[in-house]
């Protein structure tokens, strides 16, 4: 790394080391500590979940709820699908090969495979060690896998069932619990985490209550990594000066989870602690007028659409969100109209 490099990373820290309030530097030694003790757990073979039991699903969507017109009219693009069956993408104006099967750890950009060590030690603004980790963060956000679920929810076309499982079955394979980029970021765990759920309930329009799941070829493991997911948002939440929309994201993604999911002594707790939480943060990160403290448009539409959605999951399952909520909604949205009318 240049020397620039070097100075420019200190004068970054030194900066965030101002704005920390005294107990944010407990919170992080505590974690320190943990994560040091997690890491001599899992290397003899430790991973949470082990014993973790599924009771159930509920998916936000359910076969026969889904009018037949509203799926023959959703709008889609064969050409597009086509790509995502093909695995091609595009990112950030970069247009992407996956391979087949995907390699979950390697940028195809760059050509760099990062490393399957402890997740939360990886230095990953480093290039040579993850080369452009924005973008090998966000296919691993599996946000490219929704419109093909959708394809199979609208047409029931087997080719799109099998390319969307078959990702998150190699991506489930390929990352044990702690191990590697995708386990460093609660962020990150939380948009995969939305993402499975979004797959799972569209996979239930046509297969019913159990969806994805009836459709991997190793169902435990799965339901082992989706705990997985629970349990590493919950326990690392972004906190203090860091508690800004990365925070709303995490909880709604264990929202999410705890929503669809329904282990055994967790779920609810995740869900009571995910709802709570998101009621709080919805009228401490936004103003009275309905802008976002951040002051950014960019997370001001981000933390509107984790907030709806949010909303939408407390709708579709019948469960209570306090009415706050859907008024910050209403409000924030009201903003983007007066800046931006029509």
Aim: aromatic share 10%; proline share 4%; charged share 25%.
């Amino acid at each position: 790394m240049s020397v620039e490099r070097v100075v420019e990373r200190a004068k970054w820290y030194l900066n965030r080391a101002r704005i920390m309030p005294v107990p944010e530097y407990g919170l992080r030694a505590f974690r320190a500590g943990v994560q040091q003790i997690e890491r001599s757990r899992l290397a003899v073979g430790w991973a949470p979940g082990q014993a973790a039991e599924l009771l159930g699903t509920r998916p936000f969507f359910r076969a026969g709820t889904v009018p037949d017109d509203y799926l023959t009219r959703y709008p889609s693009d064969s050409a597009a699908l086509d790509e995502l069956l093909k695995g091609r993408l595009e990112l950030f104006g970069k247009k992407l090969a996956l391979g087949h099967p995907v390699n979950w750890h390697r940028d195809p950009v760059t050509g760099t495979i990062s490393p399957l060590s402890y997740g939360k030690m990886i230095n990953y603004r480093d290039e040579r060690n993850c080369g452009d980790i924005k973008v090998l963060w966000e296919i691993s956000r599996h946000q490219h896998l929704v419109p093909m679920a959708v394809a199979f929810a609208v047409t029931g076309e087997a080719r799109f069932r099998d390319a969307v499982i078959e990702q998150i079955d190699s991506w489930v394979e390929q990352n044990p619990f702690g191990l590697g980029v995708h386990w460093c970021s609660s962020l990150e765990v939380a948009l995969r985490s939305i993402a499975w759920t979004m797959v799972h309930s569209l996979f239930a329009i046509r297969l019913g209550d159990a969806g994805m799941l009836d459709c991997s070829r190793n169902r435990p493991a799965l339901e082992k990594s989706i705990f997985q997911h629970g349990y590493f948002i919950e326990n690392l939440l972004s906190r203090y000066s860091s508690a800004n929309n990365h925070l709303i994201g995490e909880l709604v993604g264990l929202y999410a989870l705890a929503s669809v999911f329904r282990f055994a002594g967790t779920s609810a707790r995740w869900e009571q602690k995910a709802r709570g939480e998101l009621e709080s943060e919805a009228e401490r990160q936004v103003f009275a007028d309905g802008v976002n403290k951040e002051q950014a448009f960019h997370y001001h539409l981000e933390v509107l659409e984790y907030l709806l959605f949010a909303w939408c999951m407390s709708t579709a399952n019948e469960q209570t969100m306090a009415d706050s909520v859907l008024e910050t909604i209403r409000k924030m949205a009201g903003f983007i109209s007066m800046v931006h009318p029509g």
